[in-house]
């Protein structure tokens, strides 16, 4: 059973080992080419060995070439480059792309056949090429595995009991023994919930305010002016003079005390 590479898996004894690689073909290759059909070829460079396909004339967009490579691993040396180029006859070749190929899966798990992508000098899609790599010895190599870091996880801060005492009062060591508590000598009388209503009149002072109503308007009247006249102590009461003339006045006089005498 094969098992996955992965970045802490460390592949090893791979030096001298012997790697198939057969490139199938290309897809949708970026076309160099305005009037005529392009010609692609591709090249495989692994440290200092290099290999060529035929060109596949008039192969445009999607060349076929089933040709197989051998490759001599290198101890350390597990990518590979790819580039894909335009024959020319009377000019220099186009760059059509290139892309690298990771070797991790064939030699883990000894057959791979992913297509791989291409890129122009601008970073921009140019297709893909078709690579089927095969490693026999892929059981035979050691694989083993970097100690990794064990996953981050934050302190857990230490918790307080849920129903824990009550910490004890501070002390100032510089002051006297605590005083003793303050105890009442009277105690405060219950309190009842419902209490009746209106309340007694005997616990309230008698009320003052407000006053009681004077009557309105009040029972003495201010003195017109002028006084009027005060009757005379000579005459009786209730009788007064209203007369201004002097000699009715007189005549009035005596007949009143004549009366009087009568009477």
């Known amino acids: 059973m094969y098992q996955y590479p992965t970045p802490s898996m460390s592949i090893s004894g ?42 596949c004339t008039d192969g445009g967009k999607n060349p076929t070439f089933q040709e197989k490579f ?30 690298k190929v990771q070797l991790q899966k064939v030699l883990s798990q000894g057959y791979d056949d992913s297509p791989w992508p291409l890129q122009t000098k601008t970073g921009k899609y140019a297709g893909e090429v078709r690579l089927i790599m095969h490693y026999p010895n892929a059981n035979n190599t050691a694989t083993s595995f970097a100690p990794s870091a064990p996953p981050y996880a934050a302190p857990v801060a230490p918790q307080a009991p849920l129903y824990a005492a009550p910490p004890p009062p501070y002390t100032d060591p510089l002051a006297g ?36 109503p004077q009557p309105y308007p009040p029972t003495s009247f201010p003195q017109p002016y002028p006084p009027p006249p005060q009757a005379s102590p000579y005459y009786p009461p209730g009788i007064r003079i209203t007369c201004v003339d002097q000699e009715e006045s007189e005549l009035k006089l005596e007949n009143i005390q004549q009366l009087h005498t009568f009477s």
């Open 14 to 55: 791979i030096q001298g080992q012997l790697l198939e690689i057969t490139v199938v073909g290309c897809n949708k290759l970026k076309d160099t080419e305005w009037i005529s059909r392009q010609d692609p070829y591709v090249t495989l460079e692994y440290g200092s060995t290099n290999f060529r396909t035929r060109t």
């Open 70 to 99: 051998v490759f001599t691993l290198i101890e350390g040396l597990r990518e590979l480059k790819i580039l894909v180029w335009n024959s020319n006859t009377i000019t220099y070749d186009d760059y059509i792309g290139s892309g």
């Open 177 to 212: 023994p605590p005083a003793a508590p303050y105890a009442s000598s009277t105690a405060y009388p219950a309190i009842f919930p419902y209490s009746t209503y209106p309340p007694s009149s005997a616990a309230y002072p008698p009320s003052t305010y407000p006053p009681p």
